[in-house]
């Protein structure tokens, strides 16, 4: 059963446009979510996270909003570039255990392709 | 800074044999996690080292084992490989004590087993 759902498997925008590239989790015990971006052949990179007690975090072109009661967060990217085109990953983080940080839970990805 | 390096970038292998893949975490991070990304998935968490032993761990058998070493870099050991084994096996470093979650990856090793 999937704890982190990006029901969205690819998104096209235009340059300068808004990208909203959206994610659902069902556990409530998440401390953390984090937004990675990941070229073909390359790692995830991290781009930006927010703490389960915030509801936005900004960075740049980047803001993440989440909504607790729905169990839902976002990724604004403004304004879109050909740059960000890639694959964006939705991440939870499940609460530090044993003195260590918690391992991360991964959605399934969304391929954003941002048109010149 | 030194980022995640991992060794090596492919990797053949054929069903029943052993792997080891290898990890160098960032400057100044002291917990490793290693995770398998299938094809058309997200990365699933293996296991989590932390002060080299064993900190957490999904749902992996067994055969799926790691190391960590004083320096903090890691090994991951696949046994007895079979064909779903395929993957991208990413190394993730972490602090400790930042609390904030994020966990850096390298590139990846890609093992296709045969």
């Known amino acids: 059963d999937q704890q982190v759902k990006q029901n969205s498997p690819s998104l096209s925008v235009q340059e300068g446009r808004i990208s909203i590239l959206n994610c659902d989790y069902t556990?409530?015990?998440?401390?953390?979510f984090l937004w990675y971006k990941k070229y073909p052949a390359e790692g995830p990179t991290f781009l930006i996270s927010?703490?389960?007690?915030?509801d936005k975090n900004e960075d740049g072109r980047f803001t993440v909003f989440l909504n607790k009661s729905a169990k839902h967060l976002s990724l604004h990217i403004v304004p879109s570039q050909p740059g960000d085109s890639a694959v964006y990953f939705c991440?939870?983080?499940?609460?530090?255990?044993?003195?260590?940080?918690?391992?991360?839970?991964f959605g399934k990805g969304t391929k954003l392709s941002v048109k010149p | 800074e030194t980022g995640v390096t991992q060794s090596p970038t492919h990797l053949i292998k054929t069903r029943g044999q052993q792997v080891t893949l290898r990890c160098s975490s960032q400057s100044g991070h002291n917990t490793v996690s290693w995770y398998q990304q299938a094809l058309g998935q997200g990365p699933q968490f293996i296991f989590q080292?932390?002060?080299?032993?064993?900190?957490g761990r999904g749902n992996f058998p067994p055969r799926f084992s790691g190391l960590q070493f004083p320096n903090y870099s890691s090994e991951l050991n696949v046994n007895a490989l079979e064909l779903d084994d395929s993957a991208l096996y990413l190394c993730a470093s972490s602090f400790s004590g930042t609390g904030k979650g994020e966990q850096y990856f390298g590139p990846g090793t890609r093992l296709t087993v045969t």
């Open positions: 991440a939870a983080r499940q609460a530090d255990y044993g003195g260590s940080q918690g391992n991360l839970i």
């Open positions: 556990n409530s015990m998440f401390d953390y």
């Open positions: 927010i703490s389960s007690i915030k």
């Open positions: 080292y932390y002060r080299e032993e064993e900190n």
